[in-house]
């Protein structure tokens, strides 16, 4: 079965890190484009970064420069390495694997909460 | 970079109701549009990719149209399972997400 389970969220204060982890099970990572999307607390969705298979990433522009995905083969585990934190990323953090069949995000982690607050 | 407009941000409706939501996307995404449900406290759950395909395991009376800018999601007989919000999203280039509909009960 696929599943994707994320971890890592909390509170911290502005500026501050944080790393995202997503575990994969039922399929691997590297063969696959990942992404992390988050959503604001009664907001929409908003896609933050991806990673295709062949290690090539991009960033939203709200993002770049401060988040960095990456990926470990070994671990079949997806990050998010979040540097610079503002009080507007505050949002409930996603992965999401995209289905070669749909194009699109077939299967999605629980999420994981992200407070950045003083 | 592409918007996605969606409309109405929010739809009172009674089970039995046809329900219809319109996208429309701020410049040719060609059918790169896909439909997702959210219920409160959860991820998206994907409904419809290619504008019009139904993804594994959706009910039948879930159904997309469109293509290049304008697009639908309808439901053709709302459930109680139905009442949720809804999201388009276009993965033309990278993905962008409407804002949302919040189907409620009437």
């Known amino acids: 079965e696929v599943q994707l389970v994320e971890s890592g969220g909390g509170l911290i204060q502005p500026g501050g890190s944080l790393r995202l982890s997503c575990a994969a099970s039922g399929f691997i990572v590297s063969s696959n484009f990942m992404t992390w999307v988050r959503q604001a607390p009664g907001q929409g969705l908003e896609w933050v970064s991806v990673?295709?298979?062949?290690?090539?990433?991009s960033y939203a522009d709200s993002v770049k420069g401060r988040f960095t995905i990456s990926r470990d083969n070994s671990k079949n585990t997806l990050y998010l390495q979040m540097n610079s934190l503002r009080v507007e990323d505050t949002a409930v953090y996603y992965c999401?694997?995209?289905?070669?069949?749909?194009?699109?995000?077939?299967?999605w982690g629980q999420g994981t909460l992200v407070t950045v607050s003083s | 970079d592409i918007q996605m407009t969606q409309s109405p941000s929010t739809l009172s409706a009674s089970v039995g109701d046809r329900v219809t939501i319109t996208c429309r996307a701020s410049?040719?995404?060609?059918?790169?549009l896909a439909w997702y449900q959210q219920k409160p406290g959860k991820a998206p759950n994907l409904l419809i990719y290619?504008?019009?395909s139904l993804e594994s395991g959706v009910p039948s009376r879930f159904s997309g149209s469109g293509s290049g800018t304008e697009f639908t999601l309808t439901i053709s007989s709302l459930q109680p399972d139905d009442f949720a919000t809804y999201y388009c999203q276009q993965y033309r280039s990278y993905w962008t997400f409407g804002q949302g509909t919040k189907v409620e009960i009437k």
């Open positions: 290619k504008a019009s």
């Open positions: 999401a694997r995209e289905s070669p069949g749909t194009g699109t995000a077939d299967r």
């Open positions: 410049q040719s995404i060609s059918s790169w």
């Open positions: 990673i295709y298979s062949g290690g090539s990433t």
